[in-house]
């Protein structure tokens, strides 16, 4: 209710579901508000939708297919991209489904229980439609369900888009409340790309919250600007923005509208701007999605675009991320020649350069004032005669400059803030920094752990040859380390020493067989230099199978043989980079030294081993390369092989609030992990935990309670991660007992109250070493931790009534029973599917406290003995499984003679046997279906009209043809 009033109070018109029903001709299955879309697209398109097209109109839209590319396709039919011929212009023409520019011409309007039949009929929360077609979806959960938003993410990503396509085609983003607000796209079942919606920078308060994300004119940006369509790999990827990504490029965006609106007397300064966007929090496609909007700015009336990168590999890359992202007219810049022949010609598009190509380019090419420059990493390209030949030749230009790191306290740092951030206080025009990222779940926290000294480069020779040269030079930049470490001949002699090499190797190979393989992850190795790195791998193939590791690096044609072993084509590098990312496929390992260190996502790299002298903005953006989610990852490691972290403060010398929870010494994890296991021994100390058979009906009563069963799933969650860190340090050999009783308790809360988690996806399952461990422990000391399942059986009402524990733990186990006994028999006993529902629905009104634990125990032993009752009528029936499963639903609506009518309903079904996957089909087999039952109906009517007493509400015959054609569908679906 708190919802839809905030709705309303922000425009959105409420519409309740008699009156959508009404507006839909009764159907289900139809997906638009037909008056209003009619209207509508009369109204936003006059000269080419009419009152005698329009169904035409509707009806091609309704084709577009069920998919992600009917999705996209639906999308590009939103912003107006698509043509419609037109009888009276004789031509194509765009047309108009929503008016972005005005947004007041748009009608907006919503209801809730939207119910959809395609392959299943499920009903919906909230649908949200603009001018009668739904964009955006709702599901509203009860803050006391665990894991709220992951089960709407679920029933979102995978029920809806599998059951409900039809209507999943439309709908282009979606949100989960639960007094906070989730939200994503579509058609992308990563939880990667589910966000917390943030208003003000806080995400909790309802209202604010519902106001922003579902503000109407905000809406309509996220459909216009912000879902996006990306292809990688030779797939397509959808998402939608995360908040910081929106909020810089909406100032990027008013900063130049708002600059060139008075651009005569605007001062230099007001032209420019810094954004920081921590390593991987998706500053690339923040930068692409502000170019596509400044494109289109009125106010700068057809603009140029620049994007300045560094290096030839984040060139070629910027070029693929802009042809995956559809952005149009793109030029690279292929030499000094060609950037400056486009910018003297005036050209109007996006040029994507190299900084060096702008080197002693004439000034004042161009003195446009509607130019702008975006520049990648500005921290280490804007110091020098580059940068200066740059501004020289474009004096009127915009430049934002982005950084993936926190600008440092040297003088580095105090020239970006100089060159960037005037306009800004804080120097930045928008800040998204590690903590933050890492709150939000957009990057993992950093672990880091020094090597024993005797593998560690000596502190002395550190010092001389590294820090103080470093220092002194001012490196940003990878390539600057890399000159600076060419002369550094005693410090490369100490780190490829063969003794050296060979010890590292071995520490390296143990390291990840024990601690980095069971968890199914993969590794980098950051060598000094390249011919480091084939040494590397030479000693490496010692301790592991050769196919473990590759080398990649540029090659040179006056490589040494030992060297050009590893030399490898652009296809085989693009092979190598593709199989690193999946987890099953080799290698495991990548030993590098420049290349991949910017730039290169793979999120199942988990952990590096650094045996490269590195600082400040190199260090951040290479061991950034671990900070990736992925499935079951809550943080990555970096093994120091030099000794950098010996001092922190020296290695990275930023702000330590700016990195304070992204980068944390390993020991700190192991004060962590003996406090986290207290907390979980106090959680637990009032239950009898001794190993009796009662031992779970005991934890089951304990943690009945939602709250207090979340917050120890919670803290168990905490303590699982980082014992999964730490393991198999020899630390943890004192708290392994007390560790795996609290395991043992979390699986038995785990098993009885979230029984479908698995199917749902709800991800609690035990982690890998945590698993293993529990395994061989069992092994080794048997614990029985399961209450005996209850059999649905003649005497299960005697059976759960002399059992000797609390009704909270009879009706948990009687709603397991009676789901896994439901799971064994529906193949063959098909009618357990409705009954199974209807279990779901008691549990369900439990969880919201509609009814008591007493009521829940009565209603779910009812549908036990119902379950019994029909196995024992089935076993004397003389109808087959099919026959008798419609029969039962049949029995239950109080049909007359329902045997005959079940045949009856079975021949229907049988002579149209495509039904379920075919729309056509389905209409038919309704029709004759009510043909064959509305008669039945008309005697149930008249009984139920001289009974007037009535213990449940009555079936319509649209309810019962619904339930038979659910029921049918699920069993073909299985089949």
Same mark, same amino acid.
Not at 160 to 166: C, G, L, V
Not at 910 to 929: D, I, S
């Given at each position: ?141 009860s ?7 992951l ?8 029920i ?7 209507l ?15 939200y ?28 922003t ?36 490029a ?44 400044l ?46 022949e ?45 940068a ?135 590794a ?33 044609? +006056? ?30 390992i ?24 590195? +600082? ?38 930023f ?17 962590r992990f ?19 058979p ?111 524990i ?44 509609q ?37 039962w ?5 109080g ?12 021949r ?25 039952l ?39 679906y299985?089949?």
């Open positions: 209710d708190a919802l839809v009033n905030y709705l309303i109070g922000i425009g959105w018109e409420y519409l309740p579901p008699d009156e959508i029903t009404n507006m839909r001709n009764g159907d289900e299955r139809e997906p638009f508000l037909q008056p209003i879309a009619r209207e509508q697209l009369i109204a936003l398109s006059p000269s080419l939708v009419t009152p005698e097209n329009v169904d035409d109109v509707l009806r091609r839209l309704r084709g577009v297919h069920p998919s992600i590319a009917g999705n996209e396709e639906f999308l590009h039919y939103l912003r107006g991209h698509k043509t419609v011929y037109s009888k009276v212009l004789k031509c194509e023409r765009n047309l108009t489904l929503i008016d972005f520019e005005e947004p007041a011409r748009n009608r907006f309007t919503f209801t809730q229980e939207f119910t959809f039949e395609d392959r299943d009929r499920r009903r919906t929360d909230m649908i949200l439609f603009v001018n009668g077609f739904p964009v955006a979806l709702i599901e509203n959960k803050p006391t369900v665990p894991e709220a938003e089960e709407a993410f679920d029933q979102v990503q995978h809806y888009t599998e059951r409900i396509p039809e999943l085609k439309f709908v282009q983003v979606f949100a989960a409340c639960n007094a906070r607000l989730h994503g796209a579509t058609w992308n079942d990563s939880l990667k790309a589910f966000y917390r919606w943030k208003a003000d920078g806080k995400d909790y308060g309802l209202e604010a919250l519902s106001k994300l579902f503000d109407r004119e905000h809406l309509l940006r996220l459909l216009r600007d912000y879902v996006i369509f990306f292809r990688a790999d030779d797939q397509t990827h959808k998402f939608v923005l995360r908040p910081h990504q929106i909020r810089a909406e100032r990027i965006v008013r900063r130049v509208q708002k600059t060139s609106e008075v651009s005569e007397t605007s001062e230099v300064w007001h032209r420019t701007g810094l954004i920081w966007h921590t390593q991987g929090s998706g500053k690339t496609l923040t930068m692409i999605v502000a170019a596509h909007q494109r289109r700015l009125s106010a700068l009336e057809n603009p140029t675009l620049l994007v300045v990168v560094d290096r030839r590999g984040l060139e070629t890359q910027m070029v693929q991320n802009l042809e995956a992202f559809g952005f149009p007219a793109v030029e690279r810049a292929r030499s000094k020649r060609h950037l400056r486009l910018l003297a010609s005036d050209y109007r598009g996006l040029i994507v350069t190299l900084i060096h190509k702008f080197d002693r380019i004439p000034k004042d090419l161009s003195h446009r004032r509607n130019v702008v420059v975006l520049i990648d990493e500005a921290h280490r390209s804007q110091e020098g005669d580059l200066i030949y740059m501004r020289a030749a474009l004096p009127n230009a915009f430049y934002f400059g982005f950084t993936g790191t926190p600008v440092d306290r040297g003088k580095i740092g105090r020239g970006t803030f100089e060159t960037f951030g005037k306009p800004d206080p804080s120097g930045y025009q928008d800040k998204y920094g590690i903590d933050e990222s890492i709150e939000d779940g957009t990057t993992v926290p950093l672990y880091y752990t020094l090597t024993p000294t005797e593998l560690r480069l000596d502190r002395e020779t550190l010092e001389d040859e590294f820090f103080r040269v470093v220092e002194e030079a001012g490196v940003a930049s990878i390539e600057e380390l890399n000159r600076l470490l060419d002369k550094a001949d005693k410090l490369k002699a100490v780190l490829k020493a063969p003794d050296r090499v060979d010890k590292i190797a071995a520490h390296i190979a143990q390291h990840y067989q024990e601690n980095v393989e069971p968890l199914g992850f993969k980098f190795v950051v060598a000094v230099d390249r011919e480091a790195c084939a040494l590397y791998k030479q000693a490496l193939d010692r301790y592991l199978p050769p196919e473990y590791s590759r080398v990649v690096y540029t090659a040179y044609h +006056k490589d040494r043989d030992l060297m050009r072993q590893h030399h490898m084509d652009d296809a085989e590098e693009k092979r190598v980079r593709k199989a690193f990312r999946a987890p099953e496929e080799m290698p495991k990548l030993i590098v030294t420049e290349k991949l260190l910017t730039g290169y996502d793979a999120p199942v790299l988990y952990v590096m081993y650094l045996d490269k002298p590195l +600082k400040d903005h190199t260090l951040l953006q290479a061991i950034a390369r671990v900070n990736r989610p992925y499935l079951d990852k809550g943080s990555g490691l970096v093994v120091d092989y030099i000794g950098v972290f010996e001092d922190l403060q020296r290695a990275l010398a702000d330590t609030a700016t990195i304070s929870k992204g980068l944390i010494d390993l020991e700190k994890l192991k004060e003996a406090n986290l296991l207290l907390a979980a021994q106090a959680a637990v100390a009032s239950i009898n935990l001794s190993g009796d009662g031992r779970p009906a005991r934890i089951i009563d304990h943690f009945f309670d939602t709250e207090r069963r979340e917050s120890f799933v919670e803290l168990f969650k905490d303590l699982q991660t980082a014992y999964e860190i730490l393991s198999p340090d020899p630390f943890l050999r004192d708290y392994l007992d007390d560790y795996i009783l609290i395991v043992q308790v979390y699986q038995v809360v785990y098993n009885y109250f979230n029984p479908e988690a698995e199917k749902r996806r709800l991800q609690r399952e035990l982690l890998r070493k945590t698993d293993a461990l529990i395994r061989e422990n069992v092994e080794v000391s048997p614990v029985v931790d399961a209450l005996p399942l209850y059999p649905i059986n003649r005497d299960i009402a005697n059976v759960v009534k002399a059992d000797n609390s009704d909270r733990v009879r009706v948990t186990n009687l709603y397991r029973s009676l789901m896994v006994h439901i799971e064994q028999h529906q193949h063959e006993q098909p009618y357990l599917i409705s009954i199974g529902e209807r279990v779901e629905e008691v549990i369900q009104r439990l969880k919201d406290r009814i008591s634990v007493q009521a829940a125990l009565e209603q779910l032993g009812d549908l036990a003995e119902e379950a019994v009752t029909a196995e024992a009528q089935q076993a004397e029936s003389d109808l087959s499984s099919g026959e008798f499963a419609l029969y639903v049949l029995k239950g609506q049909v007359v003679s329902p045997d005959t009518t079940a045949r009856a309903v079975h229907v079904l049988a002579e149209h046997p495509g039904w379920p996957y075919n729309a056509g089909l389905e209409r038919k087999v309704r029709a004759e279906l009510y043909k064959l509305l008669p039945s109906y008309k005697i149930v009517r008249e009984k139920r009209s001289e009974k007037r007493a009535e213990t449940r509400r009555p079936s319509t015959l649209k309810e019962t043809v619904d339930s038979l054609l659910r029921m049918q569908r699920t069993v073909a299985a089949a």
